[in-house]
T-cell receptor, first 107, second 117 residues
Framework: QKEVEQNSGPLSVPEGAIASLNCTYS??????FFWYRQYSGKSPELIMF????GDKEDGRFTAQLNKASQYVSLLIRDSQPSDSATYLC???????FGAGTRLTVKP | GAVVSQHPSWVICKSGTSVKIECRSL??????MFWYRQFPKQSLMLMAT?????????EQGVEKDKFLINHASLTLSTLTVTSAHPEDSSFYIC?????????????FGPGTRLTVL
């Protein structure tokens, strides 16, 4: 089993909709979880990190963590075309990434 | 804050030559820096982890004699691709973790696109 798995997509949502991105991980001892956004040809940029079970909100972004089920998700509310990118999930301090989910927000 | 720079942003070299890529944390001290490689339409692949003042830890399958990493200070790490070949052409990205970070977040440099002819 891969350490970090993401629904590979691609995911397409209309503008204004909620985009839901999911990530599962294998190491039950993982403590910190990160979501990064990567535009084509650019390096990743940190969106959010979460380390406690439950939800963490930052503007239009909400990260959700469920350690019992070993998944972390990212919700993007009121999706905008500028949100179109690949979203990468990372867990553990050694920062291995999932394959990423390509999101397209259609105007 | 938390800005990481890379230099050069792109480089084209001939097969057999060596290329050095610099990664600098501009406004924080980075006890740990990571080097990644990304091929087109693929995810980031961790190549190595370097801690200031010690030898880098390479991921399985990454040749340490080919990809030389030096982390000589808390703000600078370098990756040297020795005897580069066309298959080494890729997007190389570094990241740095602040020494004071409690949650292990890391910040990425803008990447270096290497093309080996």
């Amino acid at each position: 089993q891969k350490e970090v798995e993401q629904n590979s997509g691609p995911l397409s949502v209309p503008e204004g909709a909620i985009a839901s991105l999911n990530c599962t991980y294998s190491d039950r001892g993982s403590q910190s979880f990160f979501w990064y956004r990567q535009y084509s040809g650019k390096s990743p940029e940190l969106i959010m990190f979460i380390y406690s079970n439950g939800d963490k909100e930052d503007g239009r972004f909400t990260a959700q963590l469920n350690k019992a089920s070993q998944y972390v998700s990212l919700l993007i509310r009121d999706s905008q075309p500028s949100d179109s990118a690949t979203y990468l999930c990372a867990v553990k301090s050694d920062m291995r990434f999932g394959a990423g989910t390509r999101l397209t927000v259609k105007p | 804050g938390a800005v990481v720079s890379q230099h050069p942003s792109w480089v084209i070299c001939k097969s057999g030559t060596s290329v050095k890529i610099e990664c600098r944390s501009l406004d924080f001290q980075a006890t740990t820096m990571f080097w990644y490689r990304q091929f087109p339409k693929q995810s980031l692949m961790l190549m190595a982890t370097s801690n200031e003042g010690s030898k880098a830890t390479y991921e399985q399958g990454v040749e340490k004699d080919k990809f030389l990493i030096n982390h000589a200070s808390l703000t600078l790490s370098t990756l040297t691709v020795t005897s580069a070949h066309p298959e080494d052409s890729s997007f190389y990205i570094c990241s740095a973790r602040p020494g004071t970070s409690g949650h292990n977040e890391q910040f990425f440099g803008p990447g270096t696109r290497l093309t080996v002819l």
